[in-house]
């Protein structure tokens, strides 16, 4: 499958408190085209936060955008999230089906 996107295309993964968090994200991230969907699952986590050990479920989303939407949708969901230290990994999408990576693309254009 060759990639004929213009926009290089990326997925970002987010860990939310919970889902009413994760679903104000979402709607605000995709309202606002700077992701086109987001992809929601409850987790478990193990981490070390403070010099401690914690235990928690979470929400998980992967997100799909394109690189030049990475730094915008960075900051809104640094804006909404309650964390102090949120997770935002991104990286980008290297292969998909063309007709996926342009709704990506189409979705997340901010002049339509």
Request: aromatic residues 8%.
């Amino acid at each position: 499958m060759a990639r004929t996107s213009v926009r290089k295309p990326f997925e970002v993964f987010v860990t939310c408190a919970n889902e009413s968090e994760a679903q104000r994200i979402a709607q605000s991230v995709v309202r606002e085209r700077l992701a086109a969907c987001a992809n929601r699952w409850a987790i478990r986590s193990t981490y070390r936060w403070q010099g401690k050990v914690v235990r928690d479920q979470e929400i998980a989303m992967l997100l799909k955008t394109t690189e030049d939407r990475l730094t915008a949708l960075e900051r809104r969901i640094r804006s909404l999230h309650s964390y102090e230290t949120p997770c935002i990994i991104g990286w980008p999408i290297a292969r998909g089906l063309p007709r996926y990576l342009r709704w990506i693309e189409e979705s997340t254009d901010g002049r339509t």
